[in-house]
């Protein structure tokens, strides 16, 4: 059984370097974009040749510029429906998990960048009422439980999300789903 206890959300991406551990107690600054955000927009394809650190220096800038220069480990990402649309490039969610997002919250999530994200180690929780959250605004999240905490909130209730099944949250503490397929064959 999975100890469902320790984190919320670990992104790592293999070979990466860089881990974010989230605490269910911390609180994570929210970073808001619109609805309909395309993989172009995560990981331009002008960038694609460069690789996986090039891509995330540029992850978003046409939509809001200063995200990847000012985004700290441990932020959230807050879009509108149909998150991930687009192309299938694993890179699109391999460039937040490399500036460190712990997670995307949105109402709805393109089908293959669902997939792409927990195979890399990025949890997304699905929250109808997404975009009662302000961009700035400080929260905290169990995906567990499916319940995203807004303390400074006017209105503090929790939001409710759709809780991530164990088998996910196993990708996303892994690191991603080849992380969890070698620490499965080593233990």
Not at 33 to 41: E, H, L, P, R, S
Not at 112 to 118: E, M
Not at 128 to 138: K, N, S, T, V
Not at 160 to 175: H, I, K, Q, S, T
């Amino acid at each position: 059984m999975t100890d469902r206890t320790a984190t919320t959300s670990t992104a790592v991406e293999a070979g990466a370097g860089r881990t974010t551990s989230t605490p269910a107690t911390s609180t994570h600054r929210v970073w808001r974009v619109g609805a309909d955000i395309d993989t172009d927009a995560l990981a331009p394809g002008a960038y694609m040749k460069f690789g996986i650190d090039e891509i995330a220096r540029h992850c978003l800038q046409r939509v809001r510029p200063e995200f990847a220069a000012r985004v700290q480990p441990g932020d959230v990402l807050v879009a509108g429906h149909n998150f991930g649309i687009g192309s299938s490039r694993e890179q699109a969610a391999s460039a937040l998990v490399r500036l460190g997002v712990a997670a995307v919250i949105a109402p709805s999530f393109n089908g293959l960048y669902f997939r792409n994200a927990f195979n890399v180690g990025l949890l997304l929780l699905t929250c109808a009422q997404a975009d009662a959250l302000a961009d700035g605004e400080r929260i905290t999240f169990d995906p567990i439980a499916g319940r995203i905490g807004r303390d400074q909130a006017a209105d503090p209730a929790a939001l409710p999300c759709e809780p991530v099944p164990d088998f996910l949250m196993d990708m996303v503490r892994a690191g991603g789903l080849l992380n969890l397929l070698k620490q499965r064959q080593t233990s």
